[in-house]
């Protein structure tokens, strides 16, 4: 039950002859962390998340994800990215901020379980950005949501879907492994 990224054989060659850094082959691939001596390497992960959008598309988020693994249920998991508020209207127009809520699930939680970890980011000023940057241990998987909220609100508004960042039970095109 946990994400492994490999490389055909033509393309490892390929990579190795050039002198290049691997490649993940996840539809999001990034390139790889690079190799340590620990055999638990073939079960690290990294690559792009995002872009995701609020439902009105006046707020975005993207970013990086980096999991690196000790053993089969031990890992860290660093997300980076930037939060975006797209919204130009003034707050007396209606404008509002850029809200990304993350969810974490560790291993000890049941697959649809979201109650371990939550992280949310805030960022009101229309055309700016806010960065993005946490950490979290033995996860099994990562989500985010992107939002509008209030300036002065807890009440996230405009929300667009839950969007995986990380997910240790499917394989790198999506299905359950």
Same mark, same amino acid.
């Given at each position: ?37 620990? =055999?638990?390497?073939?079960?690290? @992960? *990294?690559?792009?998340?995002? !872009? &995701? ?5 006046? /707020?975005?988020? #993207? ?14 998991? =660093?997300?980076?990215?930037?939060? @975006? *508020?797209?919204?130009?209207? !003034? &707050? ?5 901020? /850029?809200?990304? #809520? ?20 805030? @960022? ?54």
């Amino acid at each position: 039950m946990r994400r492994s990224i490999t490389l055909g054989l033509a393309a490892a060659t390929t990579v190795a002859a050039l002198g290049l850094p691997a490649l993940a082959t996840a539809a999001n691939a990034a390139p790889a962390s690079a190799a340590s001596s620990s =055999h638990h390497d073939d079960w690290d @992960y *990294d690559g792009w998340w995002g !872009t &995701y959008w609020s439902s009105n598309h006046l /707020a975005r988020a #993207k970013g990086y994800v980096d999991v690196n693994y000790n053993d089969e249920e031990s890992n860290r998991v =660093h997300i980076t990215g930037k939060l @975006y *508020d797209n919204d130009n209207r !003034t &707050y007396g127009q209606g404008g509002k901020c /850029a809200y990304i #809520k993350f969810r974490v699930s560790s291993w000890d939680d049941d697959e649809d379980d979201w109650s371990s970890s939550y992280k949310s980011y805030k @960022y009101c000023g229309a055309g700016g950005y806010k960065n993005i940057n946490f950490w979290r241990y033995d996860v099994a998987q990562v989500q985010a949501k992107v939002c509008q909220i209030g300036l002065h609100s807890s009440q996230p508004v405009k929300c667009g879907y839950w969007r995986d960042i990380y997910n240790a039970y499917e394989d790198e095109y999506g299905y359950d492994v």
